[in-house]
């Protein structure tokens, strides 16, 4: 009778063991959520440079004592221009939205603004992404909701449409919002 060798048996094993794993970490609860290292903390610094043309962001604006939303955009990105129909509308309603164009040219990100319109009260520019490497931007758009106190409370990336909005924006969004 030929013995089986432990290193024939082992590859085999360690792999179902991982598989296992895999498995089991695709079925637990929230492994599609994007923590936030800045939630229940305070608003990140941001650049003091603004597009041209537009107020720059200060910090009184983040803490004005009304929720705000931060939201990064880049005129070259796709989700920034489907999402930008909905801040228009937030902005229309009377939210208070601040932008942050970044890794962007400013006559294009200029240009957009004027054509499609301009949801926001203030415009920093930055054009290196250096405030968007603070506030844990992976990528365009991602929008930051801040309590009264400049305090993050939620940070929602992908574009502000969907049933991903619908479901974990606008709960969240109402929720600081008191309503």
Not at 20 to 40: P, T, V
Not at 116 to 130: E, K, L
Request: glycine fraction near 12%.
């Amino acid at each position: 009778m030929a013995r089986i060798s432990p290193l024939m048996v082992a590859p085999p094993l360690i792999f179902a063991g991982l598989g296992l794993l895999f498995y089991l970490g695709l079925g637990r609860e929230g492994k599609d959520d994007l923590e936030s290292m800045f939630e229940g903390k305070p608003a990140p610094a941001m650049t003091d440079v603004a597009l041209t043309g537009y107020d720059a962001i200060t910090p009184e604006m983040l803490a004005s004592g009304e929720v705000t939303l931060v939201n990064f955009w880049a005129s070259w990105c796709p989700p920034c221009r489907v999402e930008h129909p909905v801040l228009l509308q937030m902005q229309k309603d009377g939210l208070r939205i601040v932008g942050v164009n970044f890794k962007d040219q400013e006559g294009n990100a200029t240009k957009y603004l004027s054509e499609d319109g301009n949801p926001f009260m203030a415009v920093a520019f930055d054009p290196a992404g250096r405030s968007a490497i603070d506030w844990g931007v992976t990528g365009p758009p991602e929008t930051f909701i801040l309590d009264g106190d400049g305090t993050v409370v939620f940070k929602f990336v992908g574009p502000l449409v969907g049933s991903d909005y619908e479901q974990r924006f606008v709960p969240k969004l109402n929720e600081a919002l008191g309503r």
